[in-house]
Every structure is written in structure tokens, then in C-alpha cells.
């Protein structure tokens, strides 16, 4: 077992290696987007990374981001499908507990069940469920309605980061994986080959941003399928909520991915967010798939 700070160029080939395994086998990614940036630009120096080997080989990997100081690290963890069921995910997990003194957070991608016999084994209780939700774009789409003295336009890297990680924070201040966000963050997205400026929409009254909507295409070489349109993020300022721009700013960000020529599109929404859930539902959105989050009791 060898514990990095960061990972040379090796390490990380071997890891991405291990995911592109991991997912083929699965189905699922088994890190998330979060995970894959920071392992593709060297990684948060906070974070920690385990390399567990066997004969020579990478056999196991876990990541460990102390994003969240109040509820602990946000764990995860992946096996190479040929050396699963030989002890290394509870090998993995036992060091991480006691690296971060048993006081971590837990996903498992796709709800896998070895993730669920190994969270149950360690005695983990099932904390958190995050949908994906998934919608037809060729199924009609309401046009967008602005609230009176709104506009919108799109995203300019070099001049909107500042307000937008503003209005970020604040839209988000109690979800802490997203309001937590820097201008690292940031930049990091915008220098990936998916970023596209023309989908990033950003409402406007006067010169004061007071809400988004980031899109995101999902292309067919990276993820097995044909290309799938994703509503990112949206959030509104809380000046702003209760006036109908989150819908308005979703119905702008779907019609921009049905006019790429998309057949569907998805997003991320806490099973405990009722409310976006409620307004997804209306707006022709279905539960598709959900990611899970365990932790010890406590």
C-alpha cells in the first residue's frame, strides 16, 4: 500500500488505466468527474491517494478529498474487476479509516452491489442517494420565459469567473461540493475539450449576474454511447428564488442541447431535493440511475 500527496505521470496512467477497466466492466465510472480533474492536473494537495499493488501490478485505488470538514472526506474507492473478491477493497477501506480516523463519506457509482457488501461488512450505513434523471429531447419542450428586467447571454472565460463563482458560492452554500468551488475549479473545467462557452448561459439583471445554466455533452468516445446532453448546474441567487428563472434557465440550457442535435439529456439531483425533483418531473424528466453515499453510524 503507498500513500501519495500527489501522483507522478506513472501513477497516474495506471490509475486512469485501472478506471477505463473498471468502468468497461461495470458500466459505470467508478470515480467521479471531480476525481478524474484533479487526478488528470496533479490532484489537491489535501487530497491523499492509495495505490494498492499485487505482483507488481496496480490492483486498487481510493481517493480521499476533504472537501466537506464538517461531515469528513469524501472516499472513493475501485478494484480491477480481475482482483476483485480477494480482500483488496476492505484493504483499501480499512487504511482509509485509519487515515482519516474512521470518519469518512463513502460512493459507490451506479449503486454497485460489491460496494454495498463492502460498506455493509464495515457495518456503513446507507446516508445519502443521488438521482440521475434523464429526459427525451425529440419529447416537446415549453419555450423559456424570462422574469421581467432578465436577459440572458452566454458564458466569456477571462471576464465572468469572478461573478459566477460568487453567485456559485452563494446559490450553493449548503451543498458544499459545488458552493466549495475555486477559481482552480473553474479554469480546470474550461481547459476541458468538452467546455463550450456557447452553452453556458448566464442570466443577467443589469450588470448583475444573478443565475446559470452550464450545459455538457457527454461524447460518445469517452463514455461508450452516443453523444448525451447533461444539465451541469444550475443555480440561482438567493435574491432571485421563487421567481421561475431555475425553470426558465433549464427550459434555455435543454432547448440549446436539443438545437445540437441531441437525442437526450440528464442531470444530478439529490434524492432529498424534492422540490428540483418535483420541477424535473414536470419538465419531462425520469428517474434513471443513482449513486450512493454510505458512512460508519454515528
Avoid at 424534492?274 to 449513486?291: C, K, M, P, Q, S
Amino acid at each position: 500500500m503507498e500513500i501519495r500527496e500527489r501522483l507522478d505521470d506513472q501513477e497516474i496512467t495506471e490509475v486512469l488505466a485501472l478506471v477505463e477497466a473498471a468502468t468497461d466492466a461495470d458500466g459505470v465510472r467508478p470515480l467521479n468527474e471531480h476525481v478524474m480533474l484533479h487526478l488528470r492536473y496533479g490532484g489537491d494537495p489535501r487530497a491523499r491517494s492509495l495505490l494498492l499493488r499485487a505482483d507488481g501490478a496496480l490492483a486498487g485505488y481510493a481517493h480521499v478529498d476533504p472537501t466537506d470538514e464538517v461531515e469528513g472526506p469524501s472516499v472513493e474507492l475501485v478494484v480491477h474487476p480481475s482482483r476483485r473478491r480477494r480482500g483488496l477493497g476492505a484493504r483499501l477501506l480499512r487504511s482509509i479509516m485509519d487515515l482519516t480516523d474512521g470518519r469518512l463519506r463513502l460512493w459507490a457509482h451506479g449503486d454497485h452491489p460489491g460496494a454495498g457488501a463492502l460498506a455493509a461488512a464495515f457495518g456503513f450505513e446507507r446516508v445519502r442517494s443521488l438521482w440521475q434523471m434523464r429526459r427525451s429531447l425529440f419529447a416537446p419542450l415549453a419555450a423559456h420565459t424570462l422574469p421581467e428586467g432578465v436577459s440572458l447571454r452566454t458564458f466569456v472565460p477571462g471576464q465572468d469567473e469572478e461573478p459566477w463563482l460568487k453567485v456559485n458560492a452563494a446559490a450553493f452554500a449548503h451543498h458544499p461540493e459545488q458552493g466549495a468551488w475555486t477559481m482552480d475549479d473553474l479554469l480546470r473545467r474550461e481547459r476541458e475539450p468538452w467546455f463550450d462557452p456557447d452553452g453556458f448561459f448566464l442570466a443577467v439583471r443589469g450588470d448583475r449576474l444573478v443565475g446559470f445554466h452550464w450545459t455538457k455533452i457527454h461524447g460518445s468516445s469517452d463514455h461508450g454511447h452516443e453523444p448525451l446532453g447533461e444539465v451541469y448546474v444550475v443555480g440561482v441567487d438567493p435574491s432571485q428564488q421563487g421567481t421561475g428563472l431555475g425553470k426558465s434557465l433549464t427550459l434555455a440550457g435543454l432547448g440549446h442541447l436539443r438545437s445540437r442535435g441531441l437525442a437526450q439529456a440528464m442531470l444530478y439531483v439529490d434524492e432529498t431535493n424534492t422540490a428540483a425533483i418535483g420541477l424535473y418531473e414536470a419538465l419531462g424528466f425520469n428517474r434513471w440511475d443513482v449513486d450512493v453515499m454510505y458512512a460508519p453510524p454515528q
